[in-house]
């Protein structure tokens, strides 16, 4: 099942750049100056307030799981013909497929583990045996090519590395 993107916080704003998480875990940029240029914003289009004026572009609220602009407002019809107005705001799921990760708030727990068992001396398969996982699974986690479980890494850290893990929150 495709799980349907959303943003669940604003991290910070630079420029036209939007910091977001996202509700798959991942810390996205979202370049929306980039993104003016390749929608050829121009005069008269809804963009075009938050496009020109960092200030207005800085009202964006973060409203059922997308960006959205109060200050810019839509005037259309409901199916039933009255007129409407809604806030602009933007898909959440082109906003994910049209930004960057983040690599700032990455956590870097695959190269934490590859140092740590290089360190040690052991090899991806040593360490799969003593934690009870695969080869093949080890190389995922060490290149980021896979998510994990909290109970899987403390098995490959405690048991098969005979370390103790130590989890902060800063």
Avoid at 17 to 45: A, H, P, Q
Wanted: aromatic fraction near 8%; hydrophobic fraction near 30%.
């Amino acid at each position: 099942m495709r799980t349907i993107r959303r943003i669940i916080k604003i991290h910070g704003i630079e420029g036209f750049r939007i910091y977001c998480l996202f509700n798959n875990g991942e810390s996205r940029i979202i370049d929306f100056k980039k993104l003016f240029r390749e929608w050829k914003v121009k005069k008269g289009d809804p963009e075009w307030p938050i496009s020109r004026s960092e200030s207005e572009f800085r009202k964006v609220e973060l409203i059922d799981g997308t960006l959205t602009w109060k200050n810019i407002e839509i005037k259309g019809e409901n199916d039933k013909g009255q007129s409407v107005t809604y806030s602009y705001d933007v898909d959440p799921i082109m906003l994910y497929e049209n930004s960057d990760l983040d690599e700032s708030r990455k956590v870097q727990i695959g190269l934490m583990i590859k140092q740590a068992r290089s360190d040690m001396g052991l090899t991806q398969e040593e360490l799969a045996q003593r934690s009870g996982t695969t080869k093949h699974y080890i190389s995922r986690v060490e290149n980021n090519k896979t998510g994990i479980e909290l109970s899987t890494l403390i098995r490959i850290i405690e048991g098969g590395l005979g370390k103790r893990m130590k989890i902060s929150i800063h």
